[in-house]
C-alpha cells in the first residue's frame, strides 16, 4: 500500500509539473509589456498577490505592538490571516470583520498620525512579504514607461505606503471617513472589492486616458475577475481555485510563487452592487484628482 501511496504521489506530481509548464508557454506574448505605449498601464491587486497574506493584518500588528487595542483583537485578526494563508482566499466575513475591527480601531485617531505609522509599520512588517517574481512583473511595466497601480480593499492609507515603498504609480484602495483631519470610524461609499474594483479601474482608465485593452490586471482572488476581465492582459497570481480554473478556460497567464506550489518556478512575461460601484468610481475620481 506504501508503494502504491508513493506511486501515486509521484505521478501526480509529474501531472502537476506538466500542468505548470502548460501554463508557463499558454498565451505566450512577445514584448510585452510594450516600451513607450503611454496608453498602458497595470493594475495590482495586493493582499497575496503583490504582498503574502493580509496587509491589513500586518497593519493590525503594528497598531497592536503600538497599544492601539487589546490582545483578544489581535487574536481575532491573527485567526483571519490563518485562514487566508492556508486557503489561499478571502472569506467576505473575515474580511468585513476585519475592516470594521480597524475602523473602530483607528476612530478619533489623526490621519497624519496613521500615515506616519503607517511607514514604520511597513518596514516592520510588509517589507519582507513583497513576493519577488511580482514586484519584477510590476518593475517590467515600469521600466517599459507604464503606470503602476495597486488597487485593493485594503485602507488607501496603507496601499499608497506599499505604492510608494515600490515605487509604483499610486494606489486605490479603500476611503475612511475623516473630519478635520480626524477619523470618524466611518466609510466613505463602500469597501474597494469586487466589481467595485473594476469600476474604480475603469474610472481611472477614463481620467488618465488609457485603453484598457493595451493595459493588463494582476490578482490572486476571483472576486477579481470583474477587474481580470477588463483589460488586454490579464494575469491570475497565486490564484485560488476558482480563478485557476477560470484563467485556464480563458488561456488566461498564469504566475505561481507560493513555496511548494506547481507553478513556483514560472518567471516574468517575456521582455456587486450600486453602493460598491459607486465606491470603487469615487475612489479612482478621488485619486485622480489628488494627482493633478
Known amino acids: 500500500m506504501a508503494g502504491e501511496a508513493s506511486a501515486e504521489a509521484a505521478r501526480k506530481s509529474a501531472q502537476a509539473a506538466q500542468e505548470s509548464a502548460a501554463d508557463a508557454d499558454k ?41 492601539f487595542f487589546e490582545t483578544r483583537d489581535l487574536a481575532r485578526f491573527a485567526w483571519q490571516q490563518a485562514w487566508f494563508r ?5 472569506d467576505p466575513e ?31 512588517y510588509m517589507a519582507e512579504r513583497i513576493w519577488p517574481g511580482t514586484r519584477a512583473l510590476a518593475q517590467a511595466h515600469l521600466d ?44 466613505v461609499g463602500e469597501p474597494l472589492h ?8 475603469r ?16 490578482s490572486d482572488s476571483h472576486n477579481d475577475i470583474p477587474m481580470l476581465s477588463l483589460v488586454g492582459h490579464p494575469y491570475a497570481i497565486n490564484p485560488d481555485s476558482k480563478l485557476r480554473k477560470h484563467a485556464r478556460n480563458l488561456e488566461w497567464r498564469l504566475r505561481d510563487y507560493r513555496t511548494g506550489r506547481k507553478a513556483a518556478k514560472v518567471g516574468i512575461p517575456a521582455a456587486a452592487g450600486v453602493g460598491a460601484v459607486a465606491g470603487g468610481t469615487a475612489a479612482a475620481i478621488a485619486l485622480h484628482r489628488r494627482r493633478r
Open 144 to 187: 517599459a514607461g507604464q503606470r503602476v497601480w495597486l488597487v485593493t480593499a485594503a485602507p488607501v492609507e496603507i496601499a499608497q505606503v506599499i505604492a510608494r515603498r515600490l515605487g509604483l504609480t499610486g494606489a486605490l484602495g479603500t476611503v475612511a471617513e475623516s473630519i478635520g483631519g480626524v477619523y470618524t470610524g466611518k466609510l
Open 27 to 67: 498565451g505566450a506574448e512577445a514584448d510585452f509589456p510594450v516600451h513607450g505605449d503611454e496608453q498602458a498601464a497595470a493594475f495590482f491587486d495586493l493582499d497575496n498577490t503583490v504582498m503574502q497574506g493580509a496587509s491589513i493584518f500586518h497593519f493590525g500588528r503594528g497598531l497592536y505592538k503600538r497599544k
Open 194 to 201: 469586487g466589481p467595485a474594483k473594476a469600476e474604480a479601474v
Open 94 to 124: 473575515h474580511m468585513q470583520d476585519a475592516r470594521d475591527s480597524a475602523l473602530s480601531i483607528v476612530k478619533g485617531h489623526r490621519v497624519s498620525e496613521l500615515r506616519s505609522i503607517g511607514e514604520e509599520i511597513y518596514d516592520e
Open 203 to 218: 474610472a481611472l482608465a477614463i481620467a488618465e486616458s488609457l485603453d484598457l485593452s493595451r493595459c493588463a490586471a494582476y
Open 86 to 90: 492556508l486557503a489561499g482566499s478571502e
